[in-house]
């Protein structure tokens, strides 16, 4: 991967979450149970989307694949991150660095997306029903699919060829638990400016084009509820689109702190705590948010244990 690029550093050092030794052993524990909790989460909604045929639908479509990124995400930088916890010194190398900062890039934009196409089925389901079927058709759902992950592969791409192309002369000391493009920017001893304005306008794109769409569509989606004569039928619509609510407010949110601004401006400290959201707090969340907020979930687990402890 390092094919071209002229740099004298071959290996990097992670400073890690903390530099504090009587947390190191606290924090260990805890973002293992995180990720044990994330990981079997994320699966165990798998498989139900898997057994079940009645979770055969868009909204469940878009879930599965929600899950699946949940799934990934964390395992880019988790595993390295608990190592940070028990050792003295966390190194990783070039090609290293840059292959996790290339799967972080491509997952956290597919997030992005999904989480817009999510916003998008509420929006038909609520606002237009009867058009439901065909709106929301097997074909759409796969392009939609198809857009999110490949508007992700693109912009990973944009953004690694940029990294690559610069030189790392002495400093090698990243003041971070992972290969972020903000903490590398600052050991290149050449010029930043075209992975600066790289951050800000692909960033941009992938936070602002996809924030936009999700707020319109909720805007739409309450102009419907508000209209909806019965209060139980508007408790019903709000139950429906609280879960997403609150997954998009973390992860955007966290990452728009974190990336919409230059590098040369952005607090670290700030933001490698910031960054525990969207790459820990939120994949683990989701599992737990979408099941115990979810009757058709929480049906289909009742289903799926009965099967197994009672086979017919």
């Given at each position: ?61 878009f879930?599965?694949?929600l ?52 916003a ?5 389901a609520i ?10 058709s097997?074909?759409v ?34 003041n ?5 493009i ?42 419907s509820?508000?209209?909806?004569n ?15 609510v ?8 966290s ?11 952005g ?46």
């Amino acid at each position: 991967m390092a094919t071209g690029n002229i740099s004298f550093v071959t290996e990097f050092i992670l400073l890690g979450l903390t530099e504090r030794l009587d947390l190191q052993l606290p924090l260990f524990f805890l973002f293992l149970a995180t990720y044990v909790f994330t990981i079997l989460g994320n699966l165990g909604l798998l498989t139900l989307i898997g057994l079940n045929s009645h979770l055969h639908t868009p909204m469940y479509f878009f879930l599965f694949n929600l899950s699946f990124i949940d799934l990934c995400y964390p395992s880019v930088f988790t595993p390295k991150m608990l190592m940070n916890f028990l050792s003295k010194k966390n190194i990783i190398s070039y090609q290293g660095c840059m292959t996790q900062f290339f799967f972080f890039c491509i997952l956290a934009i597919s997030e992005c997306y999904v989480l817009t196409s999510m916003a998008y089925d509420r929006y038909v389901a609520i606002c237009n029903p009867l058009l439901y079927n065909m709106a929301m058709s097997p074909k759409v759902c796969s392009r939609l699919i198809f857009g999110s992950y490949l508007m992700a592969f693109s912009s990973a791409m944009a953004h690694t060829g940029c990294m690559l192309r610069l030189t790392f002369c002495d400093a090698n000391t990243i003041n971070h638990y992972f290969c972020d493009i903000l903490p590398v920017l600052q050991l290149s001893c050449t010029s930043t400016y075209v992975n600066e304005l790289m951050v800000i306008i692909v960033s941009g794109i992938n936070l602002i084009v996809p924030s936009l769409t999700i707020f319109i569509s909720y805007g739409f989606i309450l102009c419907s509820v508000l209209h909806i004569n019965s209060t139980e039928g508007r408790f019903k619509a709000f139950r429906t689109c609280s879960s997403h609510v609150i997954a998009v407010s973390l992860f955007f949110g966290s990452l728009s702190f974190m990336y919409l601004q230059p590098s040369s401006t952005g607090p670290l400290n700030g933001g490698k705590f910031s960054s525990v959201f969207y790459t820990n707090v939120v994949p683990m969340m989701n599992p737990l948010v979408y099941s115990l907020r979810n009757k058709d979930v929480i049906f289909a687990l009742r289903k799926t244990l009965s099967r197994r402890m009672f086979p017919s």
